[in-house]
Each structure stands twice: as C-alpha cells, then as structure tokens.
C-alpha cells in the first residue's frame, strides 16, 4: 500500500518573551493538525499549484534521490513531514508565513491515485522506467473503469508556464542575451 500519514500543524503565538510564545504557538497548533499523505514514503501524489494571498507555490512529484530543490521554508517543512524528493518553486511574495499556509494548503487538497481513480471511474497508470514504455496501473475504481474516455468538457484546461514550456523545448535564453555592451 501506498499510503502513508503524517500529521503536521502550525500556528502563531505572540507573547512577550520567546519561550512562552513558543509554548502558545504549540499548544494551538494541536488544534489545527492537517494529515500529510506520501506517495511511496517519499514525495507527493502530483504536481501542485497553490496560491495564499500574493504567494504561489508550483510543487511537482519527482524519482527518489532527487532531493529537495525548494525555497528553505518548504525544505525544512518536507523535512518534518518525511518528504524526501521534491521540486518546488516559489513565486510572488516570499512572506514566511505566506509560503506555510499555501504549503499546506497544497499539501492538504492533493488527491490519491486511488481517489482519483473513483471520483474519474478510470485506471490510473504512471509510466516508470522499470516497465520500459508500458504503462503501470497504479490504481483502479472498485466498481471497475467505465467504458466510455472522458468528454472533451471533463478534461481540465491546464494553464501552462511558459517558462518551462521554453526551457523544456530549448528555446529559453539567458537574460543576459540582448544586453549591450560598451566596448572601450
């Protein structure tokens, strides 16, 4: 099974000195616990894009021993929560806190394959290099895959960056192309 949970909360506290502050801020954060899945005990189900306030966070699934390639907030988060390989990209405002809600926010709408697989009625299948171009069944509705493929309607309209798009087909350049230089 792939599943696992780790649960994982935060909060403020406001006091006049560090360590009551930091008692407050434990003692609340009990209270508001948000219960982590990981895909194979070390990174998350899909790719994710979350967005609190004017801080977006793009968190995509990687291989093992990728490591963590985020903002240093996210790293010493997916630390704590036992997320091991991740990319993660910030952008907008770079406020701490900002950053942790949205995080979790993220973390906490990504869906299992298994929840994918009964709210589509469709298997869900990953490509890996262990089955070479084969498809893999990673999940599957309990009452069985419906016959009919998705409507053009039912399929999301992805918004893409085209800064990836541009990198992926090797056409971005360097920002220091169509700078001038003087020459003396």
């Avoid at 009990?30 to 306030?53: A, M, P, Q, V």
């Avoid at 091991?84 to 926010?105: C, H, P, W």
């Avoid at 399929?155 to 003396?184: E, F, H, Y």
Wanted: glycine share 6%.
């Amino acid at each position: 099974m792939n599943k696992f949970f780790f649960p994982l909360g935060f909060a403020l506290g406001k006091a006049a000195d560090r360590n009551t502050a930091l008692r407050k801020a434990k003692n609340r954060a009990i209270h508001y616990l948000f219960y982590i899945e990981r895909y194979n005990h070390h990174t998350i189900y899909h790719d994710i894009t979350s967005t609190f306030k004017r801080t977006t966070i793009r968190m995509k699934k990687q291989n093992r021993g990728y490591g963590l390639h985020c903002h240093r907030a996210v790293i010493t988060i997916c630390k704590l929560i036992g997320i091991e390989d991740m990319y993660a990209k910030v952008s907008g405002s770079t406020n701490l806190l900002n950053i942790t809600r949205a995080l979790f926010q993220a973390l906490a709408k990504q869906e299992t394959h298994q929840d994918l697989s009964e709210k589509k009625q469709l298997n869900v299948v990953e490509f890996q290099n262990v089955c070479g171009p084969l498809p893999f069944v990673v999940a599957s509705p309990h009452k069985g895959a419906r016959e009919q493929p998705e409507k053009e309607d039912e399929i999301p309209d992805t918004r893409l960056d085209w800064g990836d798009v541009k990198a992926a087909q090797g056409m971005k350049r360097s920002i220091w192309a169509n700078v001038k230089r003087t020459i003396w």
